[in-house]
């Protein structure tokens, strides 16, 4: 899957809850808590703050974030 391509990306989460929580997305992506919380912290994925160590994301924000992931690699190298 390109990561740009909002048909993949659309299909990817097509099933999924409205609001994820940090380690739903990382077991979607096969990634680390750990790299949810940079990209979060770092590369702007949008996240609902709900407490000291409560965080969820919608999935309208996943969505923007997976697709422009690519563009935001290209920039930062």
Known sequence: MTVNDVAAVDE???????VLTLEEIADLLRVSTATVL???REAGLKTLVLGERLR???K???RA???????MEERDA
């Open 56 to 58: 969820r994301v919608r």
């Open 12 to 18: 990817l989460l097509a099933d999924l809850p409205e």
């Open 60 to 62: 309208t924000d996943l």
């Open 38 to 40: 940079r990209w979060q």
């Open 65 to 71: 974030f997976l697709i422009t992931a690519d563009e």
